[in-house]
């Protein structure tokens, strides 16, 4: 069984600071999706990541794929109230399509 | 917005009902997963349809079935209700075989069992 990690669970900063959420397996993947998900909505998929040590940046956003596509991060610069959401990483493994396994989730809190 | 539908978006059930679920996917998508979310986690993969057959199931016990249509539209059937499937249920439309395969979710039907 393929189980993603995610740290921390809860995350309540101000604007304007940065911040991290760590997404762990010990289990690889083909490739790596983040997501965020806002209450009331399905998850909106924001980056799949795919190569061993990729980066990729949307805006304010940067996600990382680890060497070993076994880990993720997601770092935010400059939090604004609008980050302010339920982020979930999600991995893709095997042929197993559209089986995607999802973290537990960091409920990311930006106040003003 | 997706263009993935779901309905109801909420849904009131007493223990051994049974309910139906629905779900209408993106133009030009042919394959529709189903995942249960839970309060306060990250959702579970149910199964997935691709040209109306059932294309991979999770750890989900055989009450919970569906089906796909002509149309690749899809329902999720959930028999003799327990307390515990009160969660989000989350509908996701993809491209079977796309590379790098996104998929989009609909806003899902809130079940609450009683």
């Known amino acids: 069984t393929q189980l993603l990690e995610q740290s921390p669970q809860f995350l309540s900063i101000q604007e304007g600071e940065n911040l991290t959420v760590y997404c762990n397996s010990s289990?690889?993947?083909?490739?790596l999706q983040w997501y965020r998900q806002e209450p009331g909505e399905g998850p909106v998929l924001l980056v799949t990541?795919?190569?061993?040590?990729e980066v990729k940046k949307l805006k304010r956003l940067t996600f990382q794929f680890g060497d070993a596509r076994k880990d993720s991060s997601l770092h935010i610069t400059a939090a604004q109230p609008g980050d302010t959401g339920l982020y979930l990483c999600?991995?893709?493994?095997?042929?197993?399509?559209?089986?995607?396994?999802f973290g537990q989730g960091t409920i990311l809190t930006v106040h003003p | 917005e997706t263009g993935v539908t779901q309905s109801p978006t909420h849904l009131i059930k007493t223990r051994g009902q049974q309910v139906t679920l629905r779900c209408s996917s993106q133009?030009?998508?042919?394959?529709v997963s189903w995942y249960q979310q839970a309060l306060g986690q990250g959702p579970q993969f149910i199964f997935q349809?691709?040209?109306?057959?059932?294309?991979g199931r999770g750890n989900f016990p055989p009450r919970f079935s569906g089906l796909q249509f002509p149309n690749y539209s899809s329902e999720l059937n959930v028999n003799a209700l327990e307390l515990d499937d009160s969660a989000l249920y989350l509908c996701?439309?993809?491209?079977?075989?796309?590379?790098?395969?996104?998929?989009?979710f609909g806003s899902g039907t809130q079940l609450s069992v009683l």
């Open positions: 996701a439309s993809s491209l079977l075989g796309q590379v790098n395969e996104k998929l989009f």
């Open positions: 289990s690889v993947f083909s490739s």
């Open positions: 990541v795919v190569t061993g040590g």
């Open positions: 999600a991995g893709f493994g095997g042929t197993s399509y559209g089986k995607l396994t």
């Open positions: 133009s030009g998508h042919n394959t």
């Open positions: 349809y691709y040209r109306e057959e059932e294309n």
